[in-house]
């Protein structure tokens, strides 16, 4: 995984609550083993009309709104079943960062151990956010090692983020790569036990 401490990049209104893991990545998508190859598949009964055609009246597809890596939502994001197919499909498709309200838990989770930052915020500052991504071009900095989100508006604020987390993302690391860290010490242990 790719980390960072600073993040300066364009961010896209996504104002619907409530979206779940099966608005994020349908179930019919989740035949793939890797974690690569769901992002043409992101928001897949939104993105595209019965014929196979992109719908030019959603979000996503906006001319304004393309290469943007953060994506600011509405409450309860990531609601439904707990596929970590989510995360992936939106890293996949280029975000490395989503803003909303509210959470849910197990959505939550899944971001952080696949390098996708969610950033809860409270409603009146996530309305100024939707608000002013509405307008194009429009640009978030996120400072992961301070914890804040400003914009060139003069607006700021600061998140907080479990440090376990923080420094996972910061470094780019994964769980498993947590555990190679230690690859002498379990071989050490595995002669020993021998």
Known sequence: MSGFKTLMAKAIAFDRANVDTDQIIPKQFLKRIEKTGFGKFLFNDWRYQADGNLNPDFELNKEENQQAA???ANENFGCGSSREHAPWALMDYGFKVIIAPTFADIFHQNCLKNGLLPIALPKDQVRYLLDSAKVQPYQLTIDLAEEKVTDNKGFSTEFTI???WKSMLVNGWDEIEITMQLDDKI???EYAIR
Request: no cysteine; aromatic share 22%; charged share 20%.
């Open 162 to 164: 479990d440090q376990y």
């Open 187 to 189: 071989t050490e242990y």
């Open 70 to 72: 953060i994506l600011i």
